[in-house]
């Protein structure tokens, strides 16, 4: 049974940082992790992932700011959040599959844990 679970969300000024978590279990190295948010009243969108083997792939919007980053022994996910923006408060949610054809698109995977939420006040 595959159980992911956010962590690290809460509030900060325009410009600082944040570094959320996702503890996984049941989610195997061979599967793909990303990171979403979705903002109030918009729709879901990806904005960071990374495959078993290292690569990562992000949205425009956060390229330069945010890194993704998988801890291997227990597949536990990060995102390294910098500089943050107004524009970037939303949940934010961890989500994980096996089977894959657009990283970033949220409608590709099985698996996700129920968000965290980031606040970025100006």
């Known amino acids: 049974q595959v159980q992911l679970m956010e962590s690290g969300g809460g509030s900060v000024q325009a410009g600082g940082s944040l570094r959320l978590s996702c503890a996984t279990s049941g989610v195997y190295s061979r599967y793909l992790m990303g990171w979403f948010r979705q903002a109030l009243g918009k729709e879901r969108e990806g904005i960071a992932a990374?495959?078993?083997?290292?690569?990562?792939k992000y949205a425009d919007s956060v390229t330069g700011r945010f890194t993704v980053s998988v801890d291997a022994p227990d597949n536990t996910l990060y995102l390294e959040m910098n500089n943050l923006k107004p524009e970037d408060t939303a949940v934010y949610y961890c989500a994980a599959d096996p089977k894959v054809y657009n990283p970033l698109d949220w409608t590709d995977f099985r698996y996700w844990g129920r968000g965290t939420q980031v606040t970025v006040s100006s």
């Open positions: 990374i495959r078993g083997d290292g690569r990562t």
